[in-house]
């Protein structure tokens, strides 16, 4: 099957700052979308990014489908920010069912 | 707008009895899912419906668990009997046919003990 790996596992950072969250598959896919799970367990999606740049906020997110990977970027991070970041991809063998990374915990401090 | 409907929010039973969880997805989506999360991974897909009809549940034990959408709306997951690996969070989450954009509910977290 598909495998979808995210970089890093686990991330720390100060209040205001930057950074960049990976998302590699290792197959063609149809779409890819990017879920923020808050400390309440509340998915929520943030994009739905085939291929291209979207941005809405500090946050926004590439994904170069004919190299297969995609980054969220997210800037002057917030405490708010904090939870799990998942990536999920529509693989084109799977047929319209997602399958998700194993997420990046990112963790804003004061 | 309202979003995914799901209850209970938080349920504890013990091994070898029954559960069962509801979903109501956002008004218009077609496309329903059940999805499964253990703790410290992603969600797994269980089983997909669109409108009233079941698209895929490959992932689906079905010596054990069960799902039915009747209607085309709301749906119901149930576990019978439940085993200790069953502690999770079940999610229901629906879209517009895909490849469309998923949204969730808030889950409900299931403890067997």
């Known amino acids: 099957g598909i495998q979808v790996e995210q970089s890093p596992p686990d991330l720390i950072l100060q209040e205001g700052a930057n950074s960049t969250l990976r998302c590699n598959f290792s197959?063609?896919?149809?779409?890819l979308q990017w879920f923020h799970q808050n400390p309440w367990g509340q998915l929520i999606n943030l994009f739905y990014i085939p291929s291209g740049t979207k941005q809405n906020g500090r946050l926004s997110a590439t994904t170069v489908a004919t190299e297969r990977y995609s980054l969220l970027y997210i800037s002057s991070s917030q405490t708010t920010d904090s939870g799990v970041y998942f990536c999920?991809?529509?693989?084109?063998?799977?047929?319209?069912?997602?399958?998700f990374g194993a997420g990046t915990i990112l963790r804003v401090k004061s | 707008e309202a979003g995914v409907a799901q209850s209970p929010r938080y349920k504890i039973i013990e091994k070898r009895q029954s559960v069962a969880f509801w979903c109501n997805p956002i008004s218009g989506h077609a496309t329903l899912y059940w999805y499964q999360q253990i703790l410290g991974q992603g969600p797994k897909l269980l089983i997909q419906f669109q409108n009233n009809g079941v698209v895929d549940d490959s992932q689906l034990p079905k010596d054990r668990f069960s799902a039915e959408r009747l209607k085309g709306v709301d749906s119901t997951l149930k576990i019978q009997p439940a085993k200790l690996e069953d502690s999770a969070v079940y999610l229901c989450a629906s879209s517009l046919p895909p490849p469309e954009k998923l949204f969730f509910g808030s889950g409900t977290q299931l403890s067997v003990l």
């Open positions: 197959d063609s896919v149809n779409n």
């Open positions: 999920a991809v529509d693989w084109w063998e799977y047929g319209n069912k997602l399958v």
